[in-house]
């Protein structure tokens, strides 16, 4: 990092003010918002200025869900899978010969793409099951360390392969709590019972203080919907604005009344939806011969319902995605293009759904450029709000408690 912080960001561009501003930074937050019209009236003093003209000014940027430990793995694969099942099952396979080098090896690498394209927060789901044991969460408390400073890093507790399916998986997933993971994690359509798995996960939840961050209804199937118990357990336990559901594609398949009923609950409920668009275009609507589906969440139909919703990577280059770059942005445009978000509102609305709007769903609530909040954003080289989720530009600063990141 740079020997010495910033104390003005100058002339950035706000594309939520829609302005040009002056971004004054003391002890590491943000101590005030200014236009820079207004600089020649506020910028006296000796302060460091970086000249930020040229650039769009955002919270740092936030991955809401990725699997560091199963990323890169294509290249161990005999064949792409064809199915969710598959993909499960390949990746399943590949386990055994799992070490903790390789998996620290590929989640660093995974991090620092995310790192390079300015994300400040990031949550990870980390496998936790009898065949890995605890490998994948040591690594990544590891990482944690060693990225203290530059990004601030949450760990799912994640049982792939089932929790009641697995014997030990339980007890795995209570010393993964212990050790420290930051939420449990859930994947009710991967064990022998999906009410008694999410029994289990929000139980723990309770007990631990920790939120929930679950995959759920991933498929095109319209009768899989795990969302609605999950929308009864949150309210049984207290745990409204605290549950996360990935995929949610299920809700796309449902008729337009139901599906807004359910939407409508999921507001009241507070649980936010991660969409993960690479992910959910790439396995789902295999089984229709014409007239595919889209086969992710109606994202539109969940944002009229007030719902919080949020989209992320979730895997980079294995059997379930076999493309990716880490970029939150890459996904900003996939997710413009296959849910019609094609106006201005639209793209400020998804830079959004991967900054201020994201970081609330992970339980922090001052990711924002405004006074008191932490002078952790990005500088992006672009003129519009329009421009940097079009072009995604790679010429990006950095920028944590006002210093800039090498």
Known sequence: MDREPFGIIAGAYDPF????IDIYVRNGLVERVVPAANRADSAAGDS???????????????????????????????????????????????????TLADVTARSRRALERSLSFGVSLLRAQVEIDPVL??????????????????????????????IFNQPGAARLLREAIRLGADAVGGIPYNDRDAGEHLDFVFRLAAEAGL??????????????????????????????????VGHLTSLGSVPPDRARRIAEHLAKAGIHVFTLPATDLYLNGRGDTHAVRRGIAPVGLL????????????????????????????????????????????????????TDRAA????????????????????????SVQDLIYDRPRERLSLRGGRLLA
């Open 133 to 162: 044991g605890l490998l994948s969460l040591e690594s990544a408390l590891a990482l944690k360390a060693e990225f203290a400073g530059r990004m601030t890093l949450q760990f799912v507790a994640f049982p792939q392969e089932g």
């Open 360 to 383: 609330t769903a992970l339980g922090i609530d001052s990711w924002a450029l405004r006074p008191g909040a932490p002078a952790d954003f990005a500088l992006i080289r672009a003129d």
């Open 48 to 98: 460091r200025v970086l000249d930020a003209s040229g650039y769009v000014a955002t919270p740092g940027l936030v991955e809401t869900h990725i699997h560091m430990d199963k990323a890169f793995l294509s290249e161990r694969l005999e064949r792409p899978a064809a199915t969710l099942g598959e993909a499960i099952e390949m990746t399943a396979a590949l386990k055994p010969g799992y």
């Open 17 to 20: 003010r829609r302005e040009k």
């Open 303 to 354: 944002l009229d319902a007030g719902v919080n919703v949020c989209f992320g990577t979730n895997n980079l280059r294995n059997a379930f995605t076999p493309f990716g770059t880490g970029d939150p942005l890459d996904i900003a445009l996939l997710l413009a293009q296959t849910s019609y978000m094609g106006t201005e509102a639209d793209a400020a609305r998804l830079l959004g759904m991967c």
């Open 211 to 244: 939120p929930v961050d679950l995959h759920l209804d991933f498929s095109d199937d319209p009768m899989q919907l795990a969302i609605e118990d999950v929308i009864v357990r949150t309210l049984e336990y207290g745990l409204e604005g605290r549950v996360c």
